[in-house]
Every structure is written in structure tokens, then in C-alpha cells.
């Protein structure tokens, strides 16, 4: 297989002329036959990487997902784009299992998800030795190991995989999953030689603030005002503190609802179908709703209390933003958040406690710090930048700086000459010259760098201390009790002479000061389109999405939509060009769009740009047939029956008994009494016994809303 067919699937499928960094290289590997852990943030492209060689390759693409509305999203999607998918997890009937069991074993699919119950139960190893195997995709892969955030001991059992597929290439992804995370993937799934590859977890699109927690319902009701229409999530500790907020929201006249595992499962599908489909824009939840979310269009994301770890916290503001469009994230921070979060992880979590109370430090850390925050997060999974981003609170209101250079060289010289085999407390002890007793025990009195920093304060060094870590110029080894680590950036400040420029010790005066002239701060303005037109677009995507019974963002992102403002294409051609449209989504949606750009911009702007429906209109009057205006066009005759049916709702003179019979009329137009407006075509399709073919119904409701 060859990467042309690779990139020529990218744009028929997913309407992508370019793939982004490493998806490349990752889809030929796979294509090699060999296995590979791939990290990349949430909203990154992770899944191109497997579903292009899924469309590619011959077999079908085994994916294992964790939750079922996970799955559901995903499936749906694909088919949105033309591909052949389905899932098998519990929420399927005996009779539905078997009939997606059938397709899978008959090579009718090229993807199928999978729980990782159902893929280590005894009854589907021999289903999956028969059936024709492309590759295997272990998606949020960190749930494997005991020291990712998420663990989950029935993902422990897919070590069979490579025993019993030695030949079937192996791909596991995950957004978040520091060092020992990584390793320790690599060890459960056996896999010998994987290449790793670790993308950019940059996410510049995401805006980061964290602001002090007094007044937090007053802060996001004046939040949410400045962002009508938008969907986010907040995130919030507890159920009840989800049902609170949710009600106060409600009040203030948002139209909000909560969402928590303490629901029932139809409650709980019904608040998260409302939220997809944009009829609620704003929901309460609890960490219970983060992974089941692949919506792109959430445009922020609030934290009404500190997450447990930077892994979770970065996880779950990955929801916002998917598609690369400019979003927001907030994150509420006070003592009583980490004193609580402290006194939960002592109750409830007796493994590993250390390490996860030292995660939960670092949290901590990330919402007092005095620098760039993105440059931290960055830091954290492992990749180094020197560049302040400019586009979080910090950036936006920076503190002063003083040159740390001199200060850096003493702790990490320390560290160094202390063979990295101590914690930051008794680093800075040793650097402050302490009479301490362990010191004098160890000998580290006799180290050079004994006393080095004594005319800096304790908490001035810890201060500094952590501007060093947060910059990666040193790390903490949770599996040796939490020692300090020097990194490559150590050694470009004490042997090629980097400057360390570090944020002055401030006075709790300062620091409170400088925390109200930061929540006061302007949000930084929104770089996509959002203009008129962008809300007509918007507004014609969710009836499209109404009268499909999909999600809008399936149909087309906020991205798509904000280039389109931009671009404002009249033209298939033109519209071929927009990221986001494929040549699925060009024959089921195009023309709707291209004619709303039109009537927006005008019959001067559009002059001699022939709308897409008015050359259907012109070949039908020549007396062409659909399926010869379908093999002109190289449309679908689905998709010239749409134009027929908006031609003849617009007045157009269209015969349109000769495309329906008015019994067939008749059907669709006495459905509509026991169905429920806004009518969908799939309701009228299974109201009718599946015996009016959907654009047959299109055409039918057509005539109906032009008698009306």
C-alpha cells in the first residue's frame, strides 16, 4: 500500500487536503506492518491514523474503545463520511450483535469499535482468528497502566493481541500519559519493537486562565453572557454541586442541565443527546461525562474545582475546541479545593497514594504559577519550549522577571553533585547550608555547593524551585519517592551558558493584587469568522441536522463553517476546497450551503458563478433524466433529487409528479400527524414500513411545505 492512496482517501472521507504533523509517518507504519504508541493531544488527529489505513487497507480495523458514547459518535461520524462501520458493545441487542458479527465476519466492514469487554470475552477470540484482521487500535491507551490517570483492569487483559496476532500491526493512542505511563503501556500490550511517536501537545487554540474561587457562580454567569449560544461544560466535583450550578444557570435564564453518573442510564443518554444536537447549550457534569464527548464544536471549557492531576485536567479541557477553532478554558482555584481533593484521594485511593498526592502537588503548582502556563502543560508531558505562548492569563498579564540564571546553575549543580537522589525540600535545605540532622548523616555538607544559595530565603528557593520544574530543567521520579531529576535543559544551562529568566519572588500583597487585575483581564477576541453569515450557516446546519436525526457538527464543524464565511465559495469546485469537505459531504450538503452563500452575499457577488441547484434546474428543463443529470454532474441521483425538491419548494417550475406519485405524496403527508415536528426523513422512512424510498419522502415534504 502507498501513501497516494492514503492522501487521496484523507480528502474522499474526511475532506483533508494535507495530513498533519506525524499522521504520515504513523499511517505508514502501519502500512509496514509494525506496531506503534502514539500520543496526541485530544483534538489532534489521532484517529485519522488508523481510519486511513482502515479505508485502505483490505480486512477491517479492529478499535477498542472505552465507552460506549464514544463509540456511537465516532460510527456515526464515519458513516456521515461514506465509510462502512458499526460497534459491538452491551447497549446492542442479541439479534443487533449478531447482525454486526455477520458484517465483520464477511468482510462488509472496514472498521468495527469494540469494548474491551467484548474483545477479551471467550465467545469473540474465535470470531476474530476467522475474520480478516487489518490492524488493531487500543484508543486511550493509558487506561492500561496503574499509573495512568484513568485506569481500567479489564484493559490489562488485551495482552493476547500480540501473542495471538503476531503478523497484525498494533496501535495504541492516548492524549495524556507521562513517562512511566508510556513505558508502561509498551510492557502490557507486549509489545517488542514499537515506534513511539509523541506529537506537539500544543494546543494553541485553547486560551488557558485560572482564576481564585470566591464568587465562582458570579463569575460564570458573566462568562457564559459574553459567549451566548456557545456550548461548553463545567466540570464540577460533585453530583450535587452539578445540580446546584445547573439550577442557578437555569435561573439566570441559561439554558443548562447536569449530568452525573448517579443518574439513570436513560436520563444520562438523554442529556447527552440534547447537548450534541445543540438543544442545550451549557451542561453541569462531573468527570463521568469527559471521555464520551466527540463533540467539535464545544467552544469552552469552566473547572468549577481543581482536577485531581494535570493528565485529567488536560484531558478534559481537550472537549473544547476539536476542530481547531479559537476557544476558552477556566480553571477555579482556592486552598480548600486541594485540602478537599487531598482528604478524597486518603479515603478513597489506598494504592499508590504518594504518587497520586505528588500529582496532585503538581496541579496545584500549575494553578500558582507566575509563568506561562501553556509552557508548563507542555513541559509536563515531556516537550520543551523556550517561547511564552501569549495567550493565557499569565501572557496576557505578565508578572516581572529577574535574570535566574545564576540561581538555576546553583540548584541544578546541587542536584547534580547530590546524584540526583534527593527530594526539593532537602535540595533546598543543602543550598541554604541546614544544620539538619540527614544532612550531616549523608555527608552532604562536605558537596561543594553546600550553602551556595544561604542569603535566599526557603520559600524564595521553593519558589524557584518550581519555576524550575514547570520549565523542565528538572523533573520529579515518582517511582524513586519522588527524587529530582536533572533533564536536557540541565545541562544547556550549566554547560552552554542558556539564560534562565525566572518571575520574582512576590509578597502576598502582590500576588493578590496581580490575581484581581488578572480576573479582570479581556478575553482575548475570537480569530474565526463569526459573523452574519457565519450564524446563517450555523442556523442551516441544525436544521439539516434536525431533519437527519445527527448531531450539526457531524455535518460540517464550527472550522468548516468559519472558512466558508470566509471563503464564501459558490461553486462545487470552490467548495471542494473548504477543509472539512469531502466528497460525501460535498453530494449531501454542498449544494444547501452554496445556495445560502449565494442568497447572503447576492446576485452581483455571485454573477457568473452558476448556483449548483440552477445547473440541475437548467439540464432538467433540457428534458435530462436525474440519472443522466447524476452522470453529467458526477453527483448522486440522491443529490439531484435534493436540488429538484429545494428548486420546486423556491417556486421552480418542476413537475413534480413525474419524480413522486401523489399516493406517495399522500403517505408522507398523513405521517406528518403522528410524528413530531421538525420531521425527519429517517421517522417518515420507518413510520411508512420502509416503503417510500428517502428521497421519494424529500421530495414529498417538499410539496407539502410549498402547499403550506
Same mark, same amino acid.
Given at each position: 500500500?502507498?501513501?497516494?492512496?492514503?492522501?487521496?482517501?484523507?480528502? &474522499?472521507?474526511?475532506?483533508?487536503?494535507?495530513?498533519?504533523?506525524?499522521?504520515?509517518?504513523?499511517?505508514?507504519?502501519?502500512?509496514?506492518? &509494525?506496531?506503534?504508541?502514539?500520543?496526541?493531544?485530544?483534538?489532534?488527529?489521532?484517529?485519522?491514523?488508523?481510519?486511513?489505513?482502515?479505508?485502505?487497507?483490505?480486512?477491517?480495523?479492529?478499535?477498542?474503545?472505552?465507552?460506549?458514547?464514544?463509540?456511537?459518535?465516532?460510527?456515526?461520524?464515519?458513516?456521515?463520511?461514506?465509510?462502512?462501520?458499526?460497534?459491538?458493545?452491551?447497549?446492542?441487542?442479541?439479534?443487533?450483535?449478531?447482525?454486526?458479527?455477520?458484517?465483520?465476519?464477511?468482510?462488509?466492514?472496514?472498521?468495527?469499535?469494540?469494548?474491551?469487554?467484548?474483545?477479551?470475552?471467550?465467545?469473540?477470540?474465535?470470531?476474530?482468528?476467522?475474520?480478516?484482521?487489518?490492524?488493531?487500535?487500543?484508543?486511550?491507551?493509558?487506561?492500561?497502566?496503574?499509573?495512568?490517570?484513568?485506569?481500567?483492569?479489564?484493559? @490489562?487483559?488485551?495482552?493476547?493481541?500480540?501473542?495471538?496476532?503476531?503478523?497484525?500491526?498494533?496501535?495504541?493512542?492516548?492524549?495524556?500519559?507521562?513517562?512511566?505511563?508510556?513505558?508502561?503501556?509498551?510492557?502490557?500490550?507486549?509489545?517488542?519493537?514499537?515506534?513511539?511517536?509523541?506529537?506537539?501537545?500544543?494546543?494553541?487554540?485553547?486560551?488557558?486562565?485560572?482564576?481564585?474561587?470566591?464568587?465562582?457562580?458570579?463569575?460564570?454567569?458573566?462568562?457564559?453572557?459574553?459567549?451566548?449560544?456557545?456550548?461548553?461544560?463545567?466540570?464540577?466535583?460533585?453530583?450535587?454541586?452539578?445540580?446546584?450550578?445547573?439550577?442557578?444557570?437555569?435561573?439566570?435564564?441559561?439554558?443548562?442541565?447536569?449530568?452525573?453518573?448517579?443518574?439513570?442510564?436513560?436520563?444520562?443518554?438523554?442529556?447527552?443527546?440534547?447537548?450534541?444536537?445543540?438543544?442545550?447549550?451549557?451542561?453541569?457534569?462531573?468527570?463521568?461525562?469527559?471521555?464520551?464527548?466527540?463533540?467539535?464544536?464545544?467552544?469552552?471549557?469552566?473547572?468549577?474545582?481543581?482536577?485531581?492531576?494535570?493528565?485529567?485536567?488536560?484531558?478534559?479541557?481537550?472537549?473544547?475546541?476539536?476542530?481547531?477553532?479559537?476557544?476558552?478554558?477556566?480553571?477555579?482555584?482556592?486552598?480548600?479545593?486541594?485540602?478537599?481533593?487531598?482528604?478524597?484521594? %486518603?479515603?478513597?485511593?489506598?494504592?499508590?497514594?504518594?504518587?497520586?498526592?505528588?500529582?496532585?502537588?503538581?496541579?496545584?503548582?500549575?494553578?500558582?504559577?507566575?509563568?506561562?502556563?501553556?509552557?508548563?502543560?507542555?513541559?509536563?508531558?515531556?516537550?520543551?519550549?523556550?517561547?511564552?505562548?501569549?495567550?493565557?492569563?499569565?501572557?496576557?498579564?505578565?508578572?516581572?522577571?529577574?535574570?535566574?540564571?545564576?540561581?538555576?546553575?546553583?540548584?541544578?549543580?546541587?542536584?547534580?553533585?547530590?546524584?540526583?537522589?534527593?527530594?526539593?525540600?532537602?535540595?533546598?535545605?543543602?543550598?541554604?547550608?541546614?544544620?539538619? %540532622?540527614?544532612?550531616?548523616?549523608?555527608?552532604?555538607?562536605?558537596? &561543594?555547593?553546600?550553602?551556595?544559595?544561604?542569603?535566599?530565603?526557603?520559600?524564595?528557593?521553593?519558589?524557584?524551585?518550581?519555576?524550575?520544574?514547570?520549565?523542565?530543567?528538572?523533573?520529579?521520579?515518582?517511582?524513586?519517592?519522588?527524587?529530582?531529576?536533572? @533533564?536536557?535543559?540541565?545541562?544547556?544551562?550549566?554547560?552552554?551558558?542558556?539564560?534562565?529568566?525566572?518571575?520574582?519572588?512576590?509578597?502576598?500583597?502582590?500576588?493578590?493584587?496581580?490575581?484581581?487585575?488578572?480576573?479582570?483581564?479581556?478575553?482575548?477576541?475570537?480569530?474565526?469568522?463569526?459573523?452574519?453569515?457565519?450564524?446563517?450557516?450555523?442556523?442551516?446546519?441544525?436544521?439539516?441536522?434536525?431533519?437527519?436525526?445527527?448531531?450539526?457538527?457531524?455535518?460540517?464543524?464550527?472550522?468548516?463553517?468559519?472558512?466558508?464565511?470566509?471563503?464564501?465559495?459558490?461553486?462545487?469546485?470552490?467548495?471542494?476546497?473548504?477543509?472539512?469537505?469531502?466528497?460525501?459531504?460535498?453530494?449531501?450538503?454542498?449544494?444547501?450551503?452554496?445556495?445560502?452563500?449565494?442568497?447572503?452575499?447576492?446576485?452581483?457577488?455571485?454573477?457568473?458563478?452558476?448556483?449548483?441547484?440552477?445547473?440541475?434546474?437548467?439540464?432538467?428543463?433540457?428534458?435530462?433524466?436525474?440519472?443522466?443529470?447524476?452522470?453529467?454532474?458526477?453527483?448522486?441521483?440522491?443529490?439531484?433529487?435534493?436540488?429538484?425538491?429545494?428548486?420546486?419548494?423556491?417556486?421552480?417550475?418542476?413537475?413534480?409528479?413525474?419524480?413522486?406519485?401523489?399516493?406517495?405524496?399522500?403517505?408522507?403527508? &398523513?405521517?406528518?400527524?403522528?410524528?413530531?415536528?421538525?420531521?425527519?426523513?429517517?421517522?417518515?422512512?420507518?413510520?411508512?414500513?420502509?416503503?417510500?424510498?428517502?428521497?421519494?419522502?424529500?421530495?414529498?415534504?417538499?410539496?407539502?411545505?410549498?402547499?403550506?
Amino acid at each position: 500500500m502507498n501513501m497516494p492512496a492514503a492522501q487521496d482517501a484523507l480528502k &474522499k472521507y474526511f475532506g483533508y487536503d494535507t495530513f498533519r504533523p506525524m499522521q504520515a509517518d504513523i499511517i505508514e507504519q502501519v502500512y509496514a506492518g &509494525k506496531d506503534s504508541l502514539v500520543l496526541m493531544p485530544t483534538g489532534g488527529g489521532k484517529s485519522i491514523c488508523y481510519q486511513v489505513p482502515a479505508v485502505t487497507l483490505p480486512g477491517t480495523a479492529v478499535v477498542v474503545s472505552p465507552l460506549i458514547s464514544l463509540m456511537k459518535d465516532q460510527v456515526e461520524a464515519l458513516r456521515a463520511n461514506g465509510v462502512q462501520a458499526a460497534f459491538l458493545n452491551s447497549s446492542l441487542g442479541e439479534a443487533d450483535q449478531r447482525a454486526v458479527e455477520d458484517q465483520f465476519f464477511n468482510g462488509e466492514l472496514q472498521l468495527l469499535y469494540v469494548s474491551p469487554e467484548k474483545l477479551t470475552s471467550r465467545d469473540f477470540l474465535p470470531l476474530l482468528k476467522r475474520a480478516e484482521v487489518s490492524l488493531f487500535a487500543i484508543d486511550e491507551a493509558h487506561c492500561i497502566s496503574s499509573w495512568g490517570h484513568d485506569f481500567r483492569p479489564e484493559y @490489562t487483559r488485551m495482552k493476547f493481541l500480540k501473542q495471538e496476532f503476531r503478523d497484525t500491526p498494533i496501535l495504541a493512542l492516548t492524549a495524556t500519559a507521562d513517562k512511566l505511563t508510556r513505558k508502561d503501556i509498551l510492557r502490557q500490550l507486549n509489545l517488542p519493537d514499537p515506534q513511539v511517536f509523541i506529537s506537539s501537545f500544543d494546543r494553541p487554540n485553547l486560551s488557558l486562565e485560572v482564576r481564585p474561587g470566591q464568587r465562582r457562580r458570579e463569575q460564570i454567569l458573566r462568562f457564559i453572557g459574553k459567549r451566548p449560544n456557545e456550548s461548553g461544560i463545567i466540570y464540577c466535583l460533585s453530583r450535587k454541586g452539578t445540580e446546584q450550578l445547573a439550577e442557578k444557570l437555569q435561573d439566570a435564564g441559561i439554558t443548562a442541565d447536569y449530568y452525573h453518573a448517579g443518574l439513570s442510564p436513560e436520563e444520562r443518554d438523554a442529556v447527552q443527546e440534547a447537548f450534541i444536537n445543540d438543544n442545550t447549550p451549557v451542561i453541569c457534569a462531573t468527570v463521568a461525562f469527559g471521555m464520551g464527548i466527540d463533540k467539535s464544536n464545544v467552544r469552552w471549557v469552566i473547572h468549577y474545582n481543581l482536577p485531581k492531576n494535570i493528565e485529567s485536567y488536560y484531558q478534559e479541557i481537550g472537549r473544547a475546541g476539536r476542530d481547531g477553532a479559537k476557544s476558552d478554558t477556566l480553571l477555579f482555584y482556592s486552598y480548600n479545593d486541594v485540602a478537599l481533593m487531598e482528604d478524597i484521594l %486518603k479515603q478513597n485511593d489506598s494504592d499508590q497514594l504518594d504518587i497520586k498526592l505528588a500529582k496532585l502537588d503538581r496541579m496545584r503548582q500549575f494553578a500558582e504559577a507566575v509563568g506561562c502556563r501553556r509552557r508548563i502543560l507542555l513541559s509536563y508531558f515531556g516537550e520543551e519550549t523556550t517561547e511564552d505562548c501569549g495567550n493565557c492569563d499569565i501572557c496576557r498579564n505578565p508578572p516581572k522577571t529577574i535574570d535566574g540564571t545564576e540561581i538555576a546553575q546553583k540548584a541544578l549543580s546541587a542536584i547534580y553533585r547530590l546524584r540526583q537522589q534527593v527530594g526539593m525540600t532537602l535540595a533546598i535545605d543543602v543550598l541554604r547550608g541546614s544544620g539538619k %540532622k540527614e544532612i550531616f548523616e549523608r555527608g552532604y555538607q562536605n558537596i &561543594k555547593t553546600y550553602g551556595a544559595g544561604r542569603d535566599i530565603p526557603f520559600l524564595e528557593w521553593q519558589h524557584y524551585m518550581l519555576q524550575l520544574l514547570n520549565y523542565g530543567y528538572i523533573e520529579i521520579a515518582h517511582d524513586e519517592h519522588g527524587v529530582l531529576k536533572l @533533564t536536557p535543559a540541565s545541562n544547556r544551562v550549566l554547560f552552554d551558558g542558556e539564560k534562565v529568566p525566572l518571575v520574582r519572588f512576590a509578597t502576598l500583597k502582590e500576588r493578590q493584587e496581580a490575581e484581581k487585575a488578572q480576573a479582570k483581564a479581556k478575553a482575548t477576541e475570537r480569530q474565526g469568522v463569526r459573523d452574519e453569515l457565519f450564524e446563517k450557516l450555523r442556523q442551516l446546519r441544525r436544521q439539516l441536522a434536525q431533519e437527519r436525526g445527527v448531531p450539526p457538527y457531524i455535518i460540517f464543524s464550527d472550522k468548516t463553517l468559519e472558512e466558508m464565511a470566509a471563503v464564501r465559495p459558490m461553486t462545487d469546485d470552490e467548495m471542494k476546497r473548504i477543509s472539512g469537505v469531502g466528497e460525501r459531504k460535498l453530494h449531501l450538503y454542498g449544494n444547501y450551503f452554496i445556495d445560502a452563500i449565494i442568497e447572503h452575499v447576492g446576485p452581483a457577488a455571485s454573477r457568473g458563478k452558476s448556483s449548483t441547484y440552477q445547473i440541475t434546474h437548467d439540464m432538467y428543463q433540457r428534458g435530462l433524466s436525474v440519472s443522466e443529470i447524476a452522470q453529467k454532474r458526477q453527483l448522486t441521483e440522491t443529490t439531484v433529487y435534493s436540488h429538484l425538491a429545494i428548486l420546486f419548494e423556491k417556486g421552480q417550475d418542476i413537475n413534480l409528479h413525474e419524480l413522486v406519485t401523489p399516493s406517495e405524496v399522500d403517505q408522507v403527508v &398523513k405521517s406528518l400527524r403522528y410524528l413530531q415536528e421538525p420531521y425527519k426523513l429517517k421517522d417518515v422512512f420507518e413510520y411508512l414500513d420502509e416503503q417510500v424510498p428517502y428521497h421519494k419522502i424529500r421530495l414529498a415534504l417538499a410539496y407539502a411545505k410549498r402547499e403550506a
